[in-house]
């Protein structure tokens, strides 16, 4: 056992990852990154309002302080939640084939030196990160080099369990996520603006029946309205009035507090002495929704306290004209109550806008049938397959799951981990995919298919040997693509941000300009003096109405959330349907607008996953040159071909290699032995080896690949060779060929690679059935206006014959290229000029848009170069990582989802946007009076207010409608097709 308590170099680059809460929209999350841009040494700043969080790259550990403090110091909730360098601490546990885990030991300071004996049984495989330093510390955080079933966490947890008497309580810690403290603070905001809100409806009851029906509705003679004007204690002011003010002065100071804290914690950091905001900045770009909301209650309320004072200094001996309630007392309270009305149902929908992630979270099982081994004894019974019948199943949490276990999968389960079935082949069952892939058929699964956390085991029971846990498992990574792509701001974000930044300093300078205007024409007699409802202030009064109207009427919040709702919204759909938004909300914008959808063939327009080696051509002994090899007859080559083929392809995930591998998997390999094979993206494999037969070694060198390689490295196919290759091509086969360079390594040569030329030893033809749906997905991008070409490396003749055969025209081929050239490809499409579509994005106006969908390495550059990037999910790794989009299911149908979901979700950004736009241009000129001239109504600052709600609370709600989207259904023919070859290999099981 070690220990090990040494932190990080404080120097190393680090994401941090920083739990916000009180954003409301977009002009929040721009003040906390303006904040956050003025500490030196932090970078990459990324604040989602929707999904309560910010990240960031810092240079040390250190910062994260600073960065939290300076966060609570403008006004907002800030919780520290992550610190790992930017390269993954996650990636290099998993090289090294660790775990670490924290450990609440109850009890632990009972006996912390028996526990650590305990502990350092373990030896170097458990290392303490954490040790226990006083009696107030119970956690324990340990690494560990796991390996099962021997060495568990289960194996720890005995350990320490067993080293006191009588036995402690012990559990794994798990941190909550980032989603889970985004749930926790959604729900405090609601519960704080909720007891808030009950305040004010409560207090605002009597405040209307005094205020407005008292003072205001009811007749003059009533007695309760001679009652409440009934004059008292000072001056002018009524009993109705004083009661106003101690009623209103808790909306104020208590309903209202959080608006006022906010906005002066705004204004105190940019006005801050160690600011470093421009003069520019201070004056023409500064506040949020809460400074004009705070503004307007005060103004209300403070202008009310001022009418109050000089009531209260007037002479009481004289009677003054008397029109109900003089003050806006009133105002502040029904202002208030609806304002904090909409931002509690506005808080309310974006939280149910932000639970996609949570939704997806909830498909993980808490707990796992672990099956124990029984070691096989004359007395141990087993089953006809040859299952130990004595092995136990133990019900225990999924934390306690190690890489390794066995673990049993019930009917109507889902899988506690990622994990391949290690069941008997005859254990046929199904599993339902549709949280993951959107596939609503079930999917066969049979002995070392994999199984993955959220599918449904919908058949029979199965065992299933752990790979992945703690992060690890494709619904984490789901979960996690999804996280990364809402980050992601679409650039029309970028228009909406240069609106709000500027929109709380210019609604400003309107209701100052309105006071100003509309008490010049009071004072100058423009308007005459019936208009003047107010015995107390004059016009200064008056006019003080139309400004507060003005400032609670703006509604910047509609306009800031006009895109993020819609994009979160959109992102939890793409992922409801198998289709990770990894690129966010320029993805999406981009893909609503695609003119050309560029195809890979193998693996995309093709099944990819089981094409079938349907004819090989081995050349005979003869015609290879075997230098000093003599008798030619010595070696087999019809079996040492396949031998080399086999652990070239077992070398690479490519599907052409993976039928390969099928075909050749009952070969012995062991008398040749391999070195230095390495893939090459897009051309193929090559390596060295060695070939051992009675008194001779050969030294082979050897390259798999395509026709265009092969040339490149001498090895030219003669004529019968051409003739075969040509009939593969015309039959829509590929062709996959094998080219060695032989030397006796009993004979000196030095020069072997100028004196010896690859030479053809084998062609395969292998048939990669076209998907089914393939023609139809084709037929239906041609009816949205959208091209479709298709790159690959294969020969011209095989593309050409895919392409036809799907719907793609010849002319629309580029075949024969490698993974630089589709990149080249990719951008000279881009190039071409844009015809008779509308361009919302001026960035690239006047090229078309390209999408380039894909599943291999040799795809990887392509999808880059792409305007729209598009993975399959089946595909590799770096493929993935290219791709702005990912297509969880394997059913081409997944793009006419992506393109028919992006649209709408553009569309629904465009309409919210331009509601929330022109709600503020028709608001704004009636709050400051442009229709009080010819009818003599004006808006009360209380209508203001419930206008203002209602506004952002529509927009948000606007994007929770596309909650309501279905997708695009296939054909009853198509789907007939699709599956029809699913339910042959079923019946046939």
């Known amino acids: 056992m070690e220990k090990d308590s040494s932190n990080k170099s404080s120097d190393v680059p680090s994401a941090v990852q920083l739990a916000v809460g009180g954003m409301t929209c977009v002009a929040c ?62 990636a290099s546990e998993r090289l090294e084939k660790t775990r670490t885990v924290t450990l609440e030991v109850k009890g632990m300071h009972s006996v912390p030196k028996n526990i650590m004996t305990a502990l350092e049984q373990f030896g170097s495989r ?59 603070m959604y729900l405090k905001e609601q519960m704080k603006l909720l007891f808030r809100l009950m305040a004010a409806v409560l207090i605002s009851i009597p405040i209307f029946i005094i205020g407005i029906m008292y003072m205001s509705l009811v007749q003059e003679g009533n007695p309760g309205r001679r009652f409440f004007e009934e004059r008292l204690w000072a001056g002018e002011v009524s009993r109705g009035e004083w009661i106003l003010f101690l009623l209103a002065t808790p909306i104020m100071f208590y309903c209202a507090s959080e608006f006022h804290r906010r906005s002066l914690q705004e204004l105190w950091f940019m006005w801050r002495p160690t600011s ?79 639970n996609a992630i949570t939704l997806l979270g909830n498909l993980r099982s808490s707990d796992a049938l672990l099956v124990q081994p029984a070691t096989k004894s004359s007395s141990s019974s087993f089953d006809s397959t040859g299952e130990n019948l004595d092995s136990r199943i133990e019900k225990i949490s999924t934390d306690l799951l190690e890489v390794g276990d066995i673990v049993r999968i019930p009917p109507g389960s889902s899988p506690p981990a990622d994990g391949v079935i290690v069941s008997s082949d005859s254990d046929l069952t199904y599993f339902d995919e549709s949280s993951l892939t959107g596939e609503s058929k079930p ?78 024409l009071g004072l100058s007699g423009a308007l005459a003096a019936d208009n003047l409802t107010n015995s107390v202030g004059g016009w200064p009064i008056w006019s003080l109405k139309f400004a507060i109207s003005v400032f609670v009427i703006a509604c910047p919040c509609g306009i800031g959330l006009a895109a993020p709702t819609a994009l979160l919204v959109g992102s939890g759909l793409a992922a409801k349907h198998g289709i990770l938004a990894r690129g966010g909300g320029e993805a999406f914008q981009e893909a609503s607008q695609i003119d050309v959808m560029v195809f890979d063939k193998t693996g995309t327009l093709t099944e990819g996953t089981e094409p079938k080696v349907t004819e090989q051509i081995i050349r005979p002994p003869s015609s290879i040159p075997t230098r000093g090899a003599g008798d030619e007859d010595l070696i087999n080559w019809n079996s040492k071909v396949p031998e080399i083929v086999l652990q070239l392809a077992s070398a690479s995930s490519h599907p052409l290699c993976v039928s390969l591998r099928h ?31 009675r008194s001779h070694t050969l030294q ?81 991008l041609h009816a949205q206006g959208i091209e479709t070409w298709m790159i690959s490396g294969d020969n011209a003749v095989t593309a050409k014959a895919v392409a036809q055969s799907v719907g793609i025209p010849s002319e629309n081929v580029i075949a024969g290229v490698l993974p630089h050239q589709k990149a080249e490809k990719i951008q000279w499409l881009q190039t071409l000029p844009r015809l008779n579509k509308r361009r919302e994005d001026t960035r690239n106006q006047g ?11 040799n795809d990887a550059p392509a999808l880059t170069a792409a305007d729209v990037g598009i993975a399959m999910g089946s595909g590799s790794d770096i493929a993935l990582s290219s791709a702005k989009f990912v297509l969880l299911s394997s059913n081409l149908h997944s793009l006419l989802i992506l393109t028919d979901l992006s649209k709408k979700v553009f569309r629904r950004i465009k309409f919210n946007f331009g509601w929330a736009t022109v709600y503020n241009l028709i608001a704004l ?55 029809r070859r699913d339910e042959e290999e079923a019946s046939s099981t």
């Open 847 to 857: 090229r078309k848009i390209v999408a380039m969908v894909g599943d291999g390495i």
């Open 663 to 693: 075909h050749f998997h009952d070969y012995n390999t062991s008398s040749t032995t391999g070195t230095d094979v390495e893939e090459l993206p897009g051309c193929g494999m090559k390596g060295t080896f060695v070939v051992t037969h």
């Open 29 to 90: 999350s721009r003040t906390i990154t303006d904040a956050l841009s003025e500490l030196e040494g932090v970078s990459e700043i990324s604040v989602n309002v929707l999904g309560k969080s910010a990240s960031a790259v810092v240079t040390g550990a250190a910062l994260v302080d600073s960065m939290v403090t300076l966060i609570r110091d403008i006004g907002y909730e800030c919780k520290f939640i992550s610190i790992m360098p930017v390269k993954s601490a996650n």
């Open 925 to 979: 000129p009636i709050a400051a009076g442009v229709i009080y001239p010819a009818h003599h109504a004006r808006l009360s600052p209380v209508w203001s207010s419930l206008a203002m709600a209602l506004s952002s609370t529509s927009v948000v709600c606007s994007s929770l409608l596309l909650r309501l989207y279905k997708g695009p259904k296939l054909t009853d023919c198509i789907s007939s097709n699709v599956f």
């Open 126 to 184: 458990l290392k303490i990160l954490d040790p226990h330093t006083n009696d107030h510390n119970n956690f324990l955080r340990l690494k560990y080099s796991p390996s099962a079933p021997e060495f568990t966490v289960r194996t720890i947890l005995s350990v320490i369990s067993a080293s006191s008497s009588p036995p402690i309580s012990i559990a794994i810690v798990r941190p909550p996520s980032t989603d889970e403290i985004a749930h926790g």
């Open 443 to 520: 999917v066969a699964k049979r002995q070392g298919d994999q199984i993955f956390v959220g599918t449904i085991n919908k058949l029979r029971a199965v065992d299933m040997r752990v790979e992945g846990i703690d992060g690890e498992t494709m619904l984490e990574q789901v979960i996690e693509a999804v996280r990364q792509g809402q980050t992601k701001r679409a650039p029309i974000e970028r228009i909406v941000d240069v609106v709000t930044s500027y929109f709380v300093p210019l609604v400003t300078g309107l209701a100052i300009i309105t006071w100003v205007v509309w008490l010049s």
């Open 276 to 354: 470093r905001a421009s003069l520019t900045t201070r004056f023409f770009r500064f506040g949020s929704m809460n400074l004009l909301i705070s503004l307007g209650v005060s103004v209300a309320y403070f202008s009310s306290i001022a009418e109050l004072a000089i009531s209260a200094s007037r002479d009481s001996t004289i009677a003054y004209p008397r029109t109900g309630s003089m003050t806006y007392f009133d105002s502040v309270a029904f202002l208030t109550m609806f304002l904090l009305i909409g931002r509690f149902i506005e808080a309310f929908s974006k939280h149910q806008a932000s």
């Open 700 to 780: 082979i060198q050897a390259i798999l690949g395509n026709e265009t390689w092969l040339n490149e490295h001498g090895a030219v196919p003669n004529a019968e060779d051409s003739k075969a290759l040509h009939r593969m091509r015309l039959e829509g086969q590929s062709a996959v060929l094998l080219a060695l360079r032989i030397r006796d390594s009993n004979v000196d040569s030095d020069i072997i690679e100028t004196l010896e030329p690859f030479v053809i030893a084998a062609l395969f033809a292998i048939a990669d059935p076209i998907r089914p749906e393939a023609p139809y997905i084709i037929t239906q």
